[in-house]
């Protein structure tokens, strides 16, 4: 037989973003790299039954559209007269996606020989020739490789270029960043479709490794047809089911401490909520796909649990109790998924998710604690989510329908003891020894969504053009406040605490075990424990022309529109000029590398917890209005300011002495009352209206195919950001900066002298009591500060992405290797961000709280034998900025050196005085360096059945470090107490020590 070795380049990538994926064949002449035309391309799909043919056109190419993500596909350049036939096998998509195969035929001509190799694989080395989106991904085989701390998909997104762990604003916080930026405003998708919990940000459903096929990053000039970011998006591509039967079933578990290297330092678990003696964690759960009806329905159905056990310490002396308290946190995820063919034109598909997430908040402390069972809490985070999708492929055009409805109930605190008051209880010494009764306070998001969209592809010559809109309705009902039943502060005097101590109650300790008489130091009333009811809509149209203007030259020019009614806050109308232009370019240089540049403008959406925020902390108080009309008459608000447009019943408080114990006010004895007292703070909403943030993406990048399993590719990225957002205070005090680093207690403003100076002056009369004047009117209920959301922060990103990607190929060996050298600067840094003085936030430049100077990622899987892997990972990264805040003991016992009155020590982002003569984030922390090893041993049982052990080891060295990992806010070290030197840092956290996870699966 005679022998011809054709090589097919792979050129097989995903990058193009359209309403559905999508394949791009090009055919070109092996000689001279001309293109083919008039020949038929062969799309065959036997997993799912599909099979499509079409001609190439004169630019050599041919599409096909509106395609599953199930099985495999088939590429087959048929044989004709004048070349020889090709095949290009094993291609697989993600959801929303396009992929491009170049296929270099032999002519004829050339030689005549008998056997015909093809080399083409869906390697995950692959070039884009489509346009400039910045992009990357995780394909199934790879999640299947990788160290994945509890099967949760957010632990691997941190493997992609421009994407980094995050410092959050809370516990609960996405824990990735892209690009440096607050990962509240990433957007989470799920086959193209929201994911988002939309009162703050971050995933609503926690979409599990065993539903996931593809996970995608596009961190930069992404298409038109993605919106309300201008941040990154990343994409799930779920798995489907196909014409054979198959299924897996696991157990993982992360034993603990019993195993795992100790720390000094406590760890967070899934939630983000911190852990530390007895924690362990339990995994199981079962995946079954396959056909309903061969070649036409389809079903994947998968089912996940996790039990983490943790155990605190409650430990009051003063009580003789010194005992464990154990807790519980369960993660239940059920998805299903079901995909029907109608007809070869005409296809639909039903995804289906419901999450029972439990955290339980059981008393005690990591330390040793005093909050009591009774006062124990569980967080809940419930979701379901129903999406429904059809397809019709028609002669020139591709139609999407789209629709979704999704629930997502935050219940933060969730009281295990419920209507009773919360007592505080006090020693003798005036020492907290006991919390008990209800847990204090309401804090319940309940979202109500629907999603709605229509997407068409046309296809006219050479012009591929894409229109669609969409709506995102969410109906809000948001609970908020204190314990209308009562807040007591209680002090035991020594006889009642040797009484109450003898009595031995241990951790059973009740409310009602207080004695009667007491001593009350005050009872805190919440005069308003409110729903607040809402709703966000958010409008979006965009075109797109994806322009082939050669065989090697692709131009894409696209507008996007959205108008998001959260904007009008409390102005008449809101904000309706969100045009965002995009445009790519992508030059083929040869069969194997390729140059693309583009710019794009992207808008964010708003989210939920602005309006939300400035609703329930604000007022309807006579005076209180009184005091904004003031402020309207200076010239601090518009003269067209409706102050009953601005303004709401919001949360109050009343607090009362000289009352018996449990004898106390409740919220029904306040029913028509607004409270009777100062505020510290009260909030607003923006009567000019919200502007939408957006950004100016520029990009340019060159990638090579080095060989058929080698990517290399370079990106340049730079951002500006615009109309971020940032709190700013309407009724804020003269400026007064304490700058000398050798300043003291004499060279701080208190904070009466401070309240003189503000624009409506707060008075005090001969008890001290504050109060503000209207002419003669003394005004009693206002507020010292006066917050509202402004839109004019700025923020700037540069960025260099270097990267090599190895596909295993036929070696025994695989790899991913990426280097991004950036820089994050910004003025604002989250939407409670406040400036240091009186509004000026032109001394807050300064980098951002997740900036990285360097990244290192990389990962590498060896195959010693068939049936053994061995995947190491690294993650080396320069430390994250630090800001200094000033240190109370040198200043009198205050850290508020402006008088301000909203020095915060824990808050790192915000409203802190700094330091004298430090700038925001102006040090680093040390570099970290973590790698991660994972060795898995598969056993064939029988033919189609395989058996899997694995075990994670997690930092394996056992380094300790201080920056570059998952935290909250509260628990960084990146806020240190007027320290100069980095010697000096105090840490308070610390990266995980050395931990294992091990698991087995049965596939069959």
Known sequence: MKKLLLTVTGLLFSISVFAQSRLNVSVINKTNGQAVDGLTILLENRSIGYQAEQQTNEQGKVYFNGLLTSGTYSVVAVENSNYYGLTASNVVFRSNASKSITLALSPKETQQLDEITVEASNSIARINTIDAEVSSELQEKELESIPIEGRDITNSLYRLPNVTKSTGFFPEAPNVTINGANSLYTSYLIDGM????????????RIPVGFTQNVTVLANNFSAEYGQTSNGVFNI??????????GKGYYETRPGPVIDASSP?????????TVKDGFQRHQFGLSLGGPIKKDNTFFYLNAEQTISIKDNLLNVPDLGVNTTVRGQNNYTLLSGKIDHNWNNRLRSSLRLHKGYVGIERQGGGLNGGTTFPEAANNQRRNSFTAAVNTVLNSSGFTSETNYQYSSFDWIYIQPKTKNTPSVYVRNPQGENIAILGESLGNFDIIERIHQVQQKFTFYKGDHTIKAGGGIISTNHHDTRGGNGNGFYTVQLNQKQLTT???????????????PSNTQVLFNSVELHPNTFDGNQSIYSLYLEDLYSLTNRLNISFGLRYDYDNLSKAGASKGDFNNIAPRFNANYRLTELSTLRAGYGLFYDRIPYAIY????????????FKEQLRLLRDQGYLPESTNIGRITSDGNASATETNVDYLEGSTSSDFADSDGYAFSNQKTILNPNGLDNPYAHHFTLGYQKQVRKDLLFYVDLIHKRGYNQFRLIDLN??????????????????????????RRVPIRYDENSN????????????????????????????????????????????SYRISYTLSSLRNNTEDINFEAEDANDFSDEWGPSINNRRHVISALGTIYPLEELALTLTSLIQSGQPVNRIANAVNYGGTSDLNGDGTSRAVQYTGKTDRAPGASRNDKRLPWSYTFDLSLKYSLSIVQGQKLTLRADIFNLLNTTNYSGYTSNATASNQVQVGLIDREEFEYRNAAPPRQFQFSVNYRF
Not at 237 to 246: M, P, R, Y
Request: glycine share 8%.
């Open 265 to 273: 330092f406590a760890q967070t678990d899934l939630s983000g909520n």
């Open 732 to 757: 804020t005090p003269s400026p007064y900066e304490v700058d000398n680093p050798n300043a003291d207690a004499s060279d701080i403003r208190t904070q009466k002298e401070a309240d003189a100076t």
């Open 770 to 813: 504050p109060y503000a004047l209207s002419g003669t009117d003394t005004l009693r209920n206002v507020a010292r500060r006066i917050t509202m959301t402004q839109t004019g922060g700025e923020s700037r990103y540069w960025a260099a992405n270097v990267n090599l990607l190895k596909d295993r190929g036929n070696d025994l060996y």
């Open 612 to 623: 939300s925020d400035a609703i329930a902390g604000s007022s309807n108080a006579p005076d």
């Open 500 to 514: 109450l101590k003898n009595q031995n109650f241990g951790k059973n300790l009740s409310y009602r075990h207080i």
């Open 237 to 246: 591509t779920t798995k489907s089911g196909s014409n054979t039967f198959s």
């Open 194 to 205: 929201d994911n988002n919990e939309r009162f703050l940000g971050g995933t609503r459903f």
